[in-house]
């Protein structure tokens, strides 16, 4: 099962970037309610199928994440968070996460900075960016983007690499694929103002083609590889 689901959505990177005449993006497994059994299932599908490439998952709540992390410790896998970042669970994300992919106020990076432990490399970040839905209340607006990027890269335990969105669900493909470009636009900027900018994390289970045809770098995919959330 595992295995012919990660079968499947590699497929579909490989054919999207080809259609799209772009390298393939990086894969995140969307690891959010699923048993550290699970995960560690998942990722011997993906090392069969991809070599050596890390396995990365997606978490969205710090305290869920902890305990498989620290279940599956020793195993080499990459976790990023992705979830909305409480400024109270930065203290533990920074201990936590190799990845933090929804910095979004000011607060974060110094908070951040402050709890990244010494014996770990600098912590990535992306910017996330609310690019399209007017009611959430999370990622900041475009216009704060440069912003938050000067203030991440001005500290040392910080490593900005880029951006992040999560479009509104949107049916009309159009709209949606809309925003990706929008970001790709702020990313493209980015690039020209920081070093080091390589992430553009845009696209999911339903939409990743989309996002893969407007730049995408990394693809956050949950459902269509553990199967719908219960
Ligand atoms: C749950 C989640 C995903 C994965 O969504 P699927 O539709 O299951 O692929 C990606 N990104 C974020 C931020 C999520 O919360």
Redesign the pocket.
């Known amino acids: 099962m595992l295995a012919n689901a990660m079968h499947e959505v590699l497929q579909r990177i490989d054919n999207a970037s080809h259609a799209a005449k772009r390298p393939p993006p990086r894969l995140l497994a969307?690891s959010?309610t699923r048993a550290s059994g699970e995960v560690a299932a998942l990722a011997a599908a993906w090392r069969a199928r991809a070599g050596a490439a890390a396995a990365a998952f997606?978490e969205?709540y710090v305290q869920e994440a902890a305990a498989k992390i620290e279940a599956l410790r020793g195993s080499g896998f990459e976790w990023h968070l992705?979830?909305h970042l409480q400024s109270n669970k930065a203290a533990d994300a920074a201990r936590l996460f190799d990845w933090v992919q929804t910095v979004d106020r000011p607060k974060l990076p110094p908070l951040l900075a402050r709890h990244r432990p010494d014996d770990r490399p600098r912590l990535n970040v992306l910017i996330q960016v609310n690019i399209d839905d007017e009611a959430s209340k999370h990622g900041c607006a475009p216009a704060e983007v440069e912003a938050l990027a000067a203030r991440i890269s001005g500290q040392p335990r910080l490593r900005l690499r880029g951006l992040m969105a999560?479009p509104a669900p949107d049916p009309d493909p159009a709209r949606r694929r809309a925003a990706f470009a929008a970001m790709r636009g702020l990313f493209d900027r980015l690039g020209l103002q920081h070093d080091g900018i390589d992430t553009l994390s845009i696209g999911?289970?339903?939409d990743l083609e989309l996002a893969i045809a407007e730049g995408a770098t990394m693809v956050?995919?949950?459902?269509?590889l553990f199967g719908p959330r219960q």
């Open positions: 969307v959010k997606g969205n992705i979830g999560i999911m289970s339903d956050r995919v949950g459902t269509a």
